[in-house]
């Protein structure tokens, strides 16, 4: 007789700046009887279908004891099911809005929007309108919501506010599940530029350290070097270009937290520059007074937001099983305020 016990269930909240999925770890009882791994996961999963579960199958992001199987696989005793699936569905309706995006590419399977600065992703409290999702689905149409409209349809991965750059969108099931895996794996390649204060001692370098919500203020990522305050954030850095006060960094992700590089430059010493939240709207280099203190300022009007920007992504596509890459150019108030640094003092190329 099946068991339906919540001790052997263990969920992992994976739901952070650049992961949108859920994992779980489902362990069989010692007396499960055999039965189909779709109709099993439906008894144990809240708001999963067996639809998105077969979906989710084949796209392998379930596995069964390491391995990847097919929907009519009968579960065994003892038998270990890890999953990845996308976030469950919410009950509010969304407004599909007709809100201009910059769609870098797209086709039948899913799109690259080059996000501008300023704009939330999904509505949350405070922004349940004017959100790249409500123009995704104003723009298109059946998106994988699941059912009653889920808060992030065809979003499997997300980047601030404030920051720009590339997202990919799913236009379908399969395809959500598929991009989602590869989050997971860390396979997707995502290389973001950020201008930041000062120039790190090396020009290359890798910043592994735990990140959790910070004890003071729950809004903001804070580093531990204790793994039960945090998860594992590894990101890889390179200096491009220095300007004396500010540098421009290369920054490559292996896992995707919230707020991973700004969280981990501050760490570094080098706070994004204009990044109020973790200390870049400070004048950290330079004088604080004068000739130098009215051209930062006029720099932070110039962009008012923190110097990041998702400049390109590469990721297997869902269907053709073809490597695709996208590449962006910096946003304008970005290449501007590089501008004003590079005729304020001579730059050194690295």
């Known amino acids: 007789m099946e068991e339906n016990r919540a001790d052997d269930i263990e969920e992992v909240d994976l739901a952070t700046e650049d992961t949108l999925f859920e994992h779980h770890r489902i362990i069989a009882d010692k007396g499960q009887s055999q039965i189909r791994v779709d109709k099993f996961l439906v008894d144990r999963l809240p708001n999963a279908t067996r639809n998105r579960i077969q979906n989710a199958i084949d796209a392998e992001t379930i596995q069964i004891n390491g391995k990847s199987v097919k929907a009519s696989y009968k579960i065994k005793p003892l038998d270990v099911i890890t999953i990845v699936l996308p976030d469950p569905p919410r009950n509010e309706e969304i407004l599909a809005e007709n809100i201009a995006l910059d769609i870098v590419y797209e086709d039948e399977y899913l799109l690259l929007v080059n996000k501008k600065p300023g ?26 919501t699941h059912r009653n409209g889920e808060v992030r349809p065809g979003l499997v991965h997300r980047i601030d506010k404030d920051t720009s750059g590339l997202l990919v969108v ?14 997971f794996d860390h396979s997707i390649e995502r290389t973001y530029y950020a201008l930041v204060w000062g120039v790190p001692k090396e020009p290359v370098g890798t910043i592994k350290t735990y990140l959790g919500r910070s004890l003071q203020d729950r809004k903001i990522s ?4 204790d793994p039960e305050k945090g998860k594992i954030a590894i990101t890889h850095y390179k200096l491009l270009k220095s300007y004396d006060y500010v540098s421009l960094i290369q ?32 004048i950290l280099r330079g004088q604080q007074t004068g000739k130098f203190k009215q051209f930062v ?30 590449d962006t150019q910096l946003p304008h108030d970005f290449q501007a305020v590089i501008e004003k640094f590079e005729t304020y003092n001579t730059s050194t190329d690295f």
């Open 119 to 144: 704009m939330v992703v999904h509505p949350a409290y405070g922004n349940w309108t004017g959100t790249l999702v409500n123009a995704l689905v104003f723009h298109i149409q059946n998106l994988p």
């Open 222 to 225: 804070a580093v531990y070097d």
């Open 251 to 282: 920054c490559n992700l292996e896992t995707g937290r919230t707020h991973q590089i700004r969280a981990h430059m501050k760490h570094l010493g080098h706070p994004l520059f204009g990044d109020e939240t973790y200390g870049g709207t400070k």
């Open 170 to 183: 799913a236009k379908s099931e399969f395809a959500m599940s598929f991009l989602a895996k590869q989050f």
């Open 297 to 326: 300022e006029n720099c932070f009007k110039l962009m008012p937001r923190q110097a990041l920007h998702a400049k390109t992504l590469g990721f297997i596509h869902p269907f053709t099983k073809e490597r695709m890459q996208f």
